[in-house]
């Protein structure tokens, strides 16, 4: 007789010794000289896509579209009046709906950088690799420069071929380090985010399609102040933080005050770095390359 529990804990394991083969941590991390700790400001420029994906009301689709024609534009305006150069994952499609946003951000030096073509990244690899050059060919058009990063689920052999040199995906650690794809071919940088450091899981209602008693509708003393212990840990530690937003949730009136204060708080600590996620990755590229053959 087998007890279930084997086969879920055999399962874990195989996804344990995976992560172990696929993982490497950079020995010695530092950041370049006089800087104590990067934040990394990364907006999801997701507008309606998410949400037509997930097959959402018109309402949804409504705070969405906030998103685009608000929500995006209070961001670039916060980031430039505090020197902050932020990144923002794009999807393709967001250039044909908003492409006067993705080019402001741009010419404030902002990164865009991927988010998949629709959103999502089809099974078929050769449609993969469609959706890939699709998005990666619109950003490029629209904000004058080629991407070097994704926040994406693409595969790492589609990713290289197209020159993308990271993603930020995943929390396998809180520190940049590197991520090899299943046969051991193709690495990636990543510079992860976590949840507990996304608005979108303190102020979006109805998020990912849950149910009423999945509400969550944070004050913003609440999450300034969760994110402000993060970053004073991370500072001890010569750390790093990067602060997932969705412009349709934190560009609201209220959070864009919030996050001013934040900002100009983690400002007064000596050493604190605001660069692009790109800059993070060539820095991290060019001092700890990955220490594997990936040939
Ligand atoms: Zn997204």
């Given amino acids: 007789m ?8 055999a399962d874990i394991a195989a996804a344990v010794a995976g992560t172990d083969r ?12 006089g800087v104590q700790m990067a934040v990394n400001f990364t907006a999801d420029f997701d ?10 009301p018109p309402m949804q689709l409504a705070k969405g579209e906030f998103g685009g024609r608000v929500g995006i534009w209070r961001l670039i305006e916060l980031f430039d009046s505090q020197q902050v ?14 492409p006067r946003a993705v080019r402001a951000a741009a010419a404030s030096g902002h990164e865009i ?30 904000s004058g420069r080629r991407p070097v990063g994704t926040r994406s689920w693409h595969r790492h052999e589609a990713l290289v071929r197209e020159g993308y040199i990271y993603n930020s995906h995943g929390s396998a650690d809180h520190l940049p380090h590197y991520e090899y794809d299943k046969d051991g071919k193709n690495c990636l940088l990543n510079l992860p985010f976590h949840y ?8 979006s209602f109805a998020w990912l ?24 840990q991370q500072y001890a530690q010569g750390g790093y933080l990067n602060i997932c937003m969705h412009p349709f ?12 204060k934040l900002i100009q708080r983690m400002k007064t600590f000596p050493g604190v770095w605001f660069p692009t996620c790109a800059d993070v990755a060539r820095h991290c590229l060019q001092a700890f390359p990955a220490g594997r053959a990936t040939a």
């Fill in 2 to 9: 087998t007890d279930q529990n084997d086969d879920v804990l």
């Fill in 85 to 98: 150069k932020a990144t923002i994952f794009t999807p393709g499609r967001i250039c044909e709906l908003y």
């Fill in 249 to 260: 949730v934190s560009g609201r009136a209220l959070r864009i005050a919030a996050l001013e």
């Fill in 22 to 33: 696929r993982y490497e941590r950079i020995a010695n991390f530092a950041w370049p000289k």
């Fill in 209 to 232: 399609g849950s149910g009423n008693a999945a509400q969550r509708i944070t004050d913003t003393d609440r999450v300034m102040d969760l994110w402000w212990q993060a970053f004073q």
């Fill in 113 to 142: 950088a991927d988010h998949m073509w629709e959103h999502r990244v089809p099974d078929d690899p050769a449609l993969e690799a469609d959706h890939l050059r699709r998005a990666t060919a619109a950003l490029e058009r629209t």
């Fill in 196 to 203: 507990a450091i996304d608005d979108a899981m303190f102020y």
């Fill in 47 to 56: 507008a309606m896509l998410l949400r037509r994906l997930l097959n959402e």
